[in-house]
């Protein structure tokens, strides 16, 4: 059993920072492909970000490439996922998802079988 905790949302303005972080339970994280998705009010759930268990491979939705970036520390049990140059349009609730059951695509929510509970990120303009 996985436990994801989010941390780090908030109210920003456009052009601005946040840092969000996922910690994770559970001694086998450091083999999971950990994932960031997001949602906002009226639309279906998006894929953001993904990173492979050892940091090696990255993945973005086009719409956050060259603004977001995801790291993780396996020593921590945490996921970031640095986000600049925010725009109204990533006002969302964010989620931090883990696969462990190494599925070969990290970019669909299917293959996530633990899900944090979420944390708010507006953006105001």
């Known amino acids: 059993q996985v436990q994801l905790v989010e941390s780090g949302g908030g109210l920003v303005q456009t052009g601005g920072s946040l840092r969000l972080s996922c910690a994770a339970s559970g001694r086998t994280f450091s083999a999971y492909a950990m994932g960031w998705f997001r949602q906002a009010p009226g639309k279906e759930r998006e894929f953001v970000a993904a990173?492979?268990?050892?940091?090696?491979?990255?993945y973005y939705a086009d719409s956050v490439k060259g603004r977001f970036a995801i790291s993780r520390d396996n020593a921590k049990g945490t996921v970031y996922l640095q986000m600049n140059s925010l725009k109204p349009e990533d006002t969302a609730v964010y989620y931090c998802?883990?696969?462990?059951?190494?599925?070969?695509?990290?970019?669909?929510?299917?293959?996530?079988?633990?899900w944090g509970q979420g944390t708010q990120v507006t953006v105001s303009s």
């Open positions: 990173i492979r268990w050892n940091g090696g491979s990255t």
């Open positions: 998802a883990a696969d462990s059951s190494f599925h070969l695509s990290v970019v669909v929510a299917g293959s996530y079988n633990y």
